[in-house]
């Protein structure tokens, strides 16, 4: 069975993050920690054990994850 990609018509809008984040370094296409965790503040549906989640950054279950992964984005920044 062959697949096919979706046309921008079919994918859903609510998916789709296009709110732009304010950089808070100077590097234009590095993202730091503090820019990945603002970034997952954009109004997304989430639900978790069957309970919507309102922050996702507060979430004590989702939280050692957002943690981990902003610590590699930060290790871009580290000269060592």
């Known amino acids: 069975m062959a697949t ?4 921008k018509a079919e994918i859903p809008t609510d998916y789709i993050v296009s709110r732009s984040i304010t950089r808070t370094h100077g590097e234009p296409c590095l993202r730091n920690s503090a820019d990945y965790v603002e970034s ?4 997304r549906s989430v639900i978790l054990n069957g309970r ?4 996702v950054t507060t979430e004590p279950t ?3 994850g ?3 992964i902003g ?4 290790a871009q920044f580290d000269p060592a």
């Open 66 to 68: 957002i943690k981990t």
């Open 4 to 7: 096919r990609a979706a046309t």
């Open 40 to 43: 997952l503040r954009d109004g």
């Open 71 to 74: 610590g590699y984005l930060d």
């Open 62 to 64: 989702l939280l050692r």
């Open 52 to 55: 919507d989640v309102a922050d």
